[in-house]
T-cell receptor, first 110, second 114 residues
Framework: QKEVEQDPGPLSVPEGAIVSLNCTYSNSAFQYFMWYRQYSRKGPELLMYTYSSGNKEDGRFTAQVDKSSKYISLFIRDSQPSDSATYLCAMRDNFNKFYFGSGTKLNVKP | SQTIHQWPATLVQPVGSPLSLECTVEGTSNPNLYWYRQAAGRGLQLLFYSVGIGQISSEVPQNLSASRPQDRQFILSSKKLLLSDSGFYLC?????????????FGSGTRLTVV
């Protein structure tokens, strides 16, 4: 079983839609959770990070962590074509090791 | 501000040829440096990390090696490439391995071994 599972997509939505991206994980020791955005042929860039359970909002983006279910989500409101990218979730364990999901490819159609 | 440079952006190499990918960081001192490989559908795999000049830790035994000849320079090498070495190679840095923010990544090198 992989430490982090993420649906690869692709996910195709019309402009203005609400997007929900998700990851599940198996290690209950994960405390820090991150979302990276990766445009084609580029390196990932940090989008949001959260600690433990709860929600965090930044503009059109909301990150949600449910540790009881070992489930994290990234919501994008009013999605734009410029949001088209691959989104990777990442988590850090107590030994400072990071685990990445394989990424979900999102396509927002104008 | 800090920047990370990685080159080349794209590389096509024959099986059995050597490899050298270079990464440099500007605007900071004593960074932790990392080499990751990203394969389709498999996420990011940590290959090497370095906490200082000449200090290299390998996460996965393989056909590759890494070196850190200067504080802000990290090199990924191979003496003889295999087909399985194809992938997207990413250099990354942070100042603290305990960082909750993860890394800052370079723009990557797409390596195709033919």
């Amino acid at each position: 079983q992989k430490e982090v599972e993420q649906d690869p997509g692709p996910l195709s939505v019309p402009e203005g839609a609400i997007v929900s991206l998700n990851c599940t994980y198996s290690n209950s020791a994960f405390q820090y959770f991150m979302w990276y955005r990766q445009y084609s042929r580029k390196g990932p860039e940090l989008l949001m990070y959260t600690y433990s359970s709860g929600n965090k909002e930044d503009g059109r983006f909301t990150a949600q962590v449910d540790k009881s279910s070992k489930y994290i989500s990234l919501f994008i409101r009013d999605s734009q074509p410029s949001d088209s990218a691959t989104y990777l979730c990442a988590m850090r364990d107590n030994f400072n090791k990071f685990y990445f999901g394989s990424g979900t490819k999102l396509n927002v159609k104008p | 501000s800090q920047t990370i440079h990685q080159w080349p952006a794209t590389l096509v190499q024959p099986v059995g040829s050597p490899l050298s990918l270079e990464c440099t960081v500007e605007g900071t001192s004593n960074p932790n440096l990392y080499w990751y490989r990203q394969a389709a559908g498999r996420g990011l795999q940590l290959l090497f990390y370095s906490v200082g000049i000449g200090q290299i830790s390998s996460e996965v035994p393989q056909n590759l090696s890494a070196s850190r000849p200067q504080d802000r320079q990290f090199i990924l090498s191979s003496k003889k490439l295999l087909l399985s070495d194809s992938g997207f190679y990413l250099c990354a840095w942070n100042l603290d391995r305990k960082s909750i923010y993860g890394y800052t990544f370079g723009s990557g090198t797409r390596l195709t071994v033919v």
